[in-house]
């Protein structure tokens, strides 16, 4: 949602995606590591708060700048995410689990412009701050971010690894830390089908940011859209993910990954 809530009506200053591009492996090493993804999102939805709260006060294009790289950071949080869908799916139902996962992404794409609707018609004071069309995305957003720290505090908890832990076999001479950290790595990530498929996922992530990102600006200036026009074509776009991740999970039971 607060893609579709945010990105049609103040493009230039998307830095969310390079903050949660540093941020994600961040949060993805630590919640590997202690297993706590309820405390990780918490943390993380902090930032989200607190980023939109700068975007609504935004008296200056550095604040508004600086608003996006802090939600940006809790946006990292998706890495925690999927790792806990890793962890308590199987193998046979992982590739439908991570599609509905993805698949709820873009139903906020979908769903996000509705409400510029009603907020680019925001037109109020309250306390030190200015409530109008290019604010009022702010304050909607840490407002929903509130409401979802509350929900994941009250109503969510982790839930145990379904899996065994990892036991390496390894040669019989000892070796360091150093050279046995390297050797789980090369072996965990550095195989023909990890970087494949993680080349993949860094094109199609890509290409749908950068489509994100240039839909404003090239709409506005050829077609002289507004934000209810790019809230417009965002929601057909994301029809069209929706559907594709809804085919993606009902192959998944006849198709083998």
């Known amino acids: 949602i607060e893609y579709a809530v945010i990105i049609p009506t103040l493009w230039p200053f998307s830095a969310f995606c390079i903050s949660g591009l540093v941020a994600g492996p961040v949060y993805g090493v630590v919640t590997d590591r202690l297993r706590k993804t309820k405390a990780a999102v ?87 701050f200015r409530v109008d069309r290019f604010t009022s995305a702010g304050m909607f957003m840490s407002g929903l971010w509130i409401v979802v720290e509350i929900v994941i505090l009250v109503l969510y908890s982790d839930l145990p690894s379904i899996h065994a832990e990892p036991r390496l076999q390894i040669q019989t001479e000892p070796v360091d830390d150093a050279q046995s950290g390297k050797l789980d790595f090369a072996k965990e990530y550095l195989r023909e089908e990890i970087v494949v498929l993680l080349g993949i996922q860094f094109m199609l992530l890509f290409n749908q940011c950068s489509m994100e990102l ?22 057909a776009a994301a029809i069209g993910g929706v559907a594709g991740f809804i085919g993606v999970r009902y192959l998944s039971r006849f198709v083998g990954e």
Do not use: C, H
């Open 42 to 128: 918490l943390f993380a939805n902090l930032f989200e708060i607190g980023g939109n709260l700068m975007y609504m006060w935004g008296k200056s294009k550095y604040i508004v700048l600086g608003g996006r790289l802090v939600a940006g950071i809790g946006m990292g949080a998706g890495s925690s995410i999927m790792a806990q869908l890793a962890w308590t799916s199987t193998e046979s139902e992982r590739t439908a689990v991570f599609s509905v996962a993805m698949a709820m992404r873009n139903l906020g794409l979908m769903l996000g412009p509705a409400f510029n609707v009603f907020l680019r018609e925001f037109d109020f004071t309250w306390g030190p």
């Open 214 to 235: 240039l839909v404003v600006p090239t709409s506005t200036k050829y077609f002289f859209w507004n934000e209810i026009d790019n809230s417009v074509f965002y929601s």
